[in-house]
């Protein structure tokens, strides 16, 4: 079988701050990024919308070669993972792979709080999915979660109003709403990869004492494990250390927004579904 580059999809521009993380991680790989901006954002479409764009997303992907294909997007994850991964690989591909960033995330997140009460900052689709509340239960049964949905974050980030003064009142109007539902969290979680471009309004609204996490790091350090423990998809993986960009939306916009997102000048070609 041919090595070909490992594919991150998101909806937009916010799964390149995962692959950011990706990157610095692992530099020798390849990556093939997609962002649907054509149909984003997800987080306020229903579960057969995002399940049937992700699903169209990831086989392209796979029509690519790629053995492995991360879902760097939390709503996708949520509304649309575990079909594809329980109905759609075994008749596409049984060898293909597709992953997604709430269960690394879950997995380790109740190891971060010393209160065992956690608070989760999400989209509208990834807060109603109740996605992270059955899955830090798996793992961390004793840890209290209450979730806030955050719906005017992304475009905050989206219409480079993250630093603004509107970005201000919205970021501390959630804040203020998720800790005036329980007092004893001591974590939060942004559970969107758009929110850690808002990081500094967030630390400068967030109670000292409080920790955020965002998730770059822990799906990085997730996909190492996994790569270490399946050589068989890890053997298909090409190590050249070339990044390829596709966006289904504008490509000058994509490449002006990409770059404060991945940290570094982007230039994407245009797919049309």
Not at 37 to 48: I, M
Not at 59 to 75: D, K, M, R
Not at 163 to 181: C, G, M, Q, R, W
Request: aromatic share 10%.
């Amino acid at each position: 079988m041919s090595k070909n580059p490992i594919g991150v999809f998101d909806s937009g521009y916010g799964g390149l701050t995962i692959l950011k993380e990706l990157v610095a991680a692992l530099p020798e790989y390849d990556y093939l990024y997609l962002g649907d901006n054509a149909r984003a954002p997800y987080g306020d479409k229903t579960f057969e919308e995002v399940y049937a764009y992700t699903l169209q997303c990831v086989e392209w992907f796979f029509n690519q070669g790629c053995s492995l294909v991360i879902l760097a997007c939390n709503t996708a994850s949520a509304k649309a993972l575990r079909t594809i991964q329980q109905n759609n690989l075994a008749l596409i591909d049984p060898n293909k792979r597709v992953l997604g960033v709430i269960r690394p995330t879950s997995e380790v997140i109740g190891q971060l709080s010393h209160s065992k009460h956690i608070g989760i900052m999400g989209t509208q689709g990834t807060i109603k999915s109740e996605s992270y509340l059955i899955e830090i239960a798996k793992f961390f049964p004793d840890i209290k979660v209450t979730q806030e949905a955050c719906s005017e974050w992304v475009s905050l980030v989206e219409k480079n109003l993250y630093a603004s003064t509107e970005a201000d009142y919205f970021v501390k109007f959630h804040i203020d709403e998720i800790l005036s539902k329980d007092a004893k969290i001591d974590t939060l979680l942004l559970a969107c990869t758009h929110y850690p471009i808002l990081i500094n309004k967030i630390k400068q609204f967030t109670p000292a004492g409080i920790q955020i996490i965002a998730q770059g790091e822990i799906v990085a350090k997730s996909l190492i494990g996994y790569l270490n423990n399946h050589k068989e998809i890890e053997e298909n993986c090409s190590k050249s250390g070339v990044n390829k960009f596709f966006t289904t939306g504008d490509v000058l916009d994509f490449n002006e927004h990409a770059s404060l997102f991945f940290g570094a000048k982007v230039s994407a070609e245009k797919l049309i579904f």
